[in-house]
T-cell receptor, first 112, second 112 residues
Framework: KAGVTQTPRYLIKTRGQQVTLSCSPI?????VSWYQQTPGQGLQFLFE???????NKGNFPGRFSGRQFSNSRSEMNVSTLELGDSALYLC???????????FGSGTRLTVV | EDKVVQSPLSLVVHEGDTVTLNCSYE??????LLWYKQEKKAPTFLFML????IEKKSGRLSSILDKKELFSILNITATQTGDSAVYLC????????????FGTGTSLTVIP
């Protein structure tokens, strides 16, 4: 079966712009989580969605937002981009949240 | 403050060596501890541990959890160059949904 698909794979944006990243979970998975990975901080939790509702949110500013659609696909939006937002953004899905998450290959965002 | 700490940060070994990676945690409402292997982008699931003292094993890899001392180890025997990767430890805790704290990882390099 298809894995977790993230698009685009790479993205270059300038400061002040906004960006939308997409994540299609494994078919049947209803929980989608987003993580930011940087060399210094490791993986940091952004938020988790389950059945179109945000269940959890990490300690990120309000510029980071997300949503989940009825087909469980999820999008993440970052507004007013800053240089420090440059990172690998990973999405992970599971059946109902918790336990064994399957990760996508990520979107590499570079802010210049 | 909840945290997950992995050690060592990096490790270089020769093929055939045995390595032990450590993960200690201080997380309230602990639910499970997971190990992932990250080679390029997408972390891939290795083990999920919920009970103390029960070893999980998969080929040359094994892992065990100590919930009293709040740590886990991941052992890799007879290492191969294909084991070169970053190994991530994640602790799942129950909030309103499910959420993970990740360690910053141990970078393992296996040289021929």
């Amino acid at each position: 079966k298809a894995g977790v698909t993230q698009t685009p794979r790479y993205l270059i944006k300038t400061r002040g712009q906004q960006v939308t990243l997409s994540c299609s979970p494994i078919s049947g998975h209803r929980s989608v989580s987003w993580y930011q990975q940087t060399p210094g901080q490791g993986l940091q939790f952004l938020f988790e969605y389950f059945s179109e509702t945000q269940r959890n949110k990490g300690n990120f500013p309000g510029r980071f937002s997300g949503r989940q659609f009825s087909n469980s696909r999820s999008e993440m939006n970052v507004s007013t981009l800053e240089l420090g937002d440059s990172a690998l953004y990973l999405c992970a899905s599971s059946l109902a949240g918790g336990g064994n998450y399957t990760f996508g290959s990520g979107t590499r965002l570079t802010v210049v | 403050e909840d945290k997950v700490v992995q050690s060592p940060l990096s490790l270089v070994v020769h093929e055939g060596d045995t390595v032990t990676l450590n993960c200690s945690y201080e997380v309230t409402n602990f639910r499970s501890l997971l190990w992932y292997k990250q080679e390029k982008k997408a972390p891939t699931f290795l083990f999920m541990l919920t009970s103390s003292g029960i070893e999980k094993k998969s080929g040359r890899l094994s892992s065990i959890l100590d919930k009293k001392e709040l740590f886990s180890i991941l052992n890799i025997t007879a290492t191969q160059t294909g084991d070169s990767a970053v190994y991530l430890c994640a602790v799942e805790y129950r909030n309103t949904g499910n959420q993970f704290y990740f360690g910053t990882g141990t970078s393992l390099t296996v040289i021929p």
